[in-house]
C-alpha cells in the first residue's frame, strides 16, 4: 500500500499499531535494499526455530512418539505407487493413502511432514472447494495453509 492511497489519520494509525508490535515484539522488520518489510514473528517461529511442540499424551500420561521405526514406510509407499497407478496422477490425495495403507491419520500425518521436510514428500494443496470431509480432515497444514494432496519423490 502506498502511503499516498491513506489519510494522514490512517497512515498515524498505521504507524501506532506497527511501532505497538514491533515493542511487543509481534512483528519484526527488516530492512531490504530501500524498503522496510514487516515480518509476524508467531508466523516465523515454526520455520526458524526448529523447536516441536510438546508430545501428546496417551491415557496413562506417557508422551505418545513416532518414531521413523514404528511407521510402516513400507506400507504407505506401496499403498502410494498402487494409488497413482490406478489413477495416473503423481499427487494423491492424503486421505486416500491413509485409507489404503490403514495407517491413522494420528501416525500419517506427523509422518508426512518429516518426510517433507527431508524431501522425499512433496505435500500440494489441492482444491478444499470440491473436497470432501475425508479428504479435509487428513489434510496436513503447513504454513497455516491445509494440503489435501502428496507426492513421493523416489529415490
Same mark, same amino acid.
Given at each position: 500500500?502506498?502511503?499516498?492511497?491513506?489519510?494522514?489519520? +490512517? +497512515? !498515524? /494509525?498505521?504507524?501506532?499499531?506497527?511501532?505497538?508490535?514491533?515493542?511487543?515484539? /509481534?512483528?519484526?522488520?527488516?530492512?531490504?535494499?530501500?524498503?522496510?518489510?514487516? %515480518?509476524?514473528? +508467531?508466523?516465523?517461529?515454526?520455520?526458524?526455530?526448529? !523447536?516441536?511442540?510438546?508430545? /501428546?499424551?496417551?491415557?496413562?500420561?506417557? #508422551?505418545?512418539?513416532?518414531? &521413523? *521405526?514404528?511407521? #510402516?514406510?513400507?506400507?504407505?509407499?506401496? *499403498?502410494?505407487?498402487? %494409488?497413482?497407478?490406478?489413477?495416473?496422477?503423481?499427487? @494423491?490425495?492424503?486421505?486416500?493413502?491413509?485409507? !489404503?495403507?490403514?495407517?491413522? *491419520?494420528? @501416525?500419517?500425518?506427523?509422518?508426512?511432514?518429516?518426510?517433507?521436510?527431508?524431501?522425499? &514428500?512433496?505435500?500440494?494443496?489441492?482444491?478444499?472447494?470440491?473436497?470432501?470431509?475425508?479428504?479435509? +480432515? &487428513?489434510?496436513?497444514?503447513?504454513?497455516?495453509? #491445509?494440503?489435501?494432496? @502428496?507426492?513421493?519423490?523416489?529415490?
Amino acid at each position: 500500500m502506498c502511503a499516498r492511497e491513506v489519510s494522514r489519520d +490512517a +497512515a !498515524r /494509525k498505521i504507524s501506532d499499531a506497527i511501532r505497538e508490535l514491533i515493542e511487543e515484539r /509481534k512483528l519484526i522488520w527488516i530492512g531490504y535494499s530501500r524498503s522496510i518489510l514487516f %515480518l509476524h514473528k +508467531a508466523s516465523l517461529m515454526p520455520l526458524i526455530s526448529g !523447536r516441536k511442540k510438546p508430545a /501428546k499424551r496417551d491415557r496413562a500420561g506417557e #508422551p505418545q512418539t513416532t518414531s &521413523a *521405526a514404528a511407521v #510402516p514406510d513400507e506400507r504407505i509407499r506401496a *499403498a502410494y505407487r498402487e %494409488l497413482t497407478r490406478e489413477s495416473g496422477f503423481s499427487d @494423491v490425495l492424503i486421505s486416500d493413502l491413509q485409507r !489404503r495403507s490403514g495407517i491413522g *491419520a494420528d @501416525v500419517l500425518k506427523p509422518w508426512l511432514l518429516l518426510e517433507s521436510r527431508a524431501g522425499r &514428500a512433496l505435500p500440494t494443496r489441492g482444491d478444499w472447494s470440491i473436497a470432501d470431509a475425508d479428504a479435509r +480432515a &487428513a489434510a496436513i497444514e503447513i504454513a497455516g495453509e #491445509p494440503h489435501l494432496r @502428496v507426492r513421493f519423490v523416489e529415490g
